[in-house]
């Protein structure tokens, strides 16, 4: 098996191999990585991409606005998802729609890391596919990713508020629980506690 630091290091020197700048480069080896820490197809995507690169135009996103259509070619992931990335604090509270997005897989690593910059988890949803991308933390979805998806029909991307799971009354519970550990100081525990004691040295 090989290592994430091997898949990011050869990921990161085919991709300049194949045209893209030292650091775009750099992003694809993290994502590269970062996909197939999650158990997602990261190094067939890849070079199904640049594969293709060779022979195709893919358009570049630039500029991400709460609707973006593109002329004739699909987006490209990498230049999409940077320029995500790089916009994040001004997209935070919008819904994104992207209509047409070539191999979207590359795309979700950027989205990973994004809900991480803001704290919020982020909704993605294309060819009737939903994506939870949680801090960069984990990735979830009951989508089998072992089917190849080449291409992203209206894609979808939404920001999710933060929310407890639990309710106040169960919050207040365990607090109260929690109370029976508190020791109530004495003079002995201030005495001993951080900061100058009886005698100061200095």
Request: glycine fraction near 6%.
């Amino acid at each position: 098996m090989r290592s994430l630091s091997e898949i990011e290091t050869v990921s990161k020197r085919a991709s300049r191999a194949a045209g893209f700048s030292w650091g775009e480069a750099e992003e694809i080896g993290k994502n590269i990585r970062l996909l197939e820490l999650f158990g997602l197809p990261g190094i067939k995507n890849l070079n199904l991409f640049l594969s293709e690169k060779k022979n195709n135009i893919f358009e570049n996103l630039n500029l991400i606005l709460e609707t973006n259509k593109s002329n004739k070619n699909h987006f490209c992931p990498i230049s999409t998802g940077i320029s995500f990335l790089d916009q994040i604090d001004n997209l935070k509270d919008k819904i994104i729609s992207i209509n047409n997005i070539a191999y979207p897989i590359l795309f979700i690593p950027f989205l990973s890391r994004s809900s991480e910059i803001i704290g919020k988890r982020i909704k993605l949803k294309f060819n009737q596919t939903q994506i939870i991308l949680n801090f960069n933390v984990n990735i979830y979805s009951d989508y089998n990713f072992s089917d190849l998806i080449l291409k992203g029909e209206d894609v979808e991307i939404s920001f999710l508020e933060n929310t407890d799971t639990f309710s106040e009354d169960e919050w207040k519970n365990l607090y109260k629980l929690s109370e029976d550990t508190f020791v109530e100081e004495s003079e002995s525990l201030k005495q001993g506690g951080a900061g100058a004691g009886l005698t100061d040295n200095d």
